[in-house]
């Protein structure tokens, strides 16, 4: 079952491109996602090294067709991403339909509305989250405090019971940007997860690190 979840729309090539330079594509590619499994290795290393003690193994993981709900969690609480990412998804819009008017020019038009496009950018704070976009990229980033509390996580019927209900009724799965000092709130959230049977995946995360959806391709989230 494939489900990756693509946020940002793939920019669209110009006609003018050559058969070369797509295939210069598929090499960039290649490179980027042998980098990508690079930095999650080394990410993976230094998060174990420094919580051997709690002994927690990498998952084995596999794809989902079920939708997913994207949180964070750190040692001092979880973040809902997913306002923020439902959010971006609408202001993307903006740019894919400038894509789709670019292509439908003749050069020159079309070369000066690539060059515009290019210049695209939207910046917005919904609540915790700071979003910011490009013709190229786009991030997430928590700027003030997480949507629940560790203290407050674990109380009976309290936000973690709620959103797990809420999730298997909907049949969705959750995804946990985990950031290295989380495990002990990931113990928790699996355990909710679990329970409720929503399926859950996780990827490492340093803490203060913005998250990234690198060349308009989106991420692709898995679960245990």
Not at 174 to 180: I, M, P, R, Y
Request: hydrophobic share 40%; net charge neutral.
């Amino acid at each position: 079952m494939s489900s990756p979840v693509s946020l940002l729309i793939r920019r669209r090539r110009s006609k003018r491109l050559s058969t070369q330079v797509d295939s210069t594509d598929g090499l960039m590619d290649i490179l980027s996602n042998v980098v990508g499994v690079m930095a999650l290795v080394g990410s993976l290393t230094g998060v174990f090294a420094a919580t051997s003690s709690l002994n927690i193994l990498a998952p084995m993981q596999t794809k989902s067709d079920r939708n997913f709900w994207t949180i964070q969690a750190s040692q001092d609480g979880v973040w809902d991403l997913q306002p923020a990412i439902d959010r971006m998804t609408v202001l993307d819009r903006e740019r894919v339909s400038e894509v789709v008017r670019c292509d439908q020019l003749l050069p020159p038009e079309r070369v000066t509305c690539e060059q515009d496009l290019d210049l695209w950018a939207r910046e917005e704070q919904l609540g915790s989250i700071s979003m910011s976009l490009s013709h190229a990229s786009g991030s997430l980033e928590r700027t003030g405090p997480p949507s629940v509390t560790a203290a407050d996580l674990g109380k009976p019927e309290g936000w973690l019971d709620q959103t797990m209900k809420r999730l298997a009724s909907e049949k969705k799965a959750v995804f946990v940007v985990l950031e290295n000092d989380g495990f002990e709130l990931y113990r928790a959230i699996k355990s909710k997860a679990i329970q409720y049977k929503v399926p859950i995946g996780w990827e490492p995360w340093y803490k203060g690190d913005p998250i990234y959806f690198w060349g308009n391709s989106g991420r692709s989230m898995m679960v245990q």
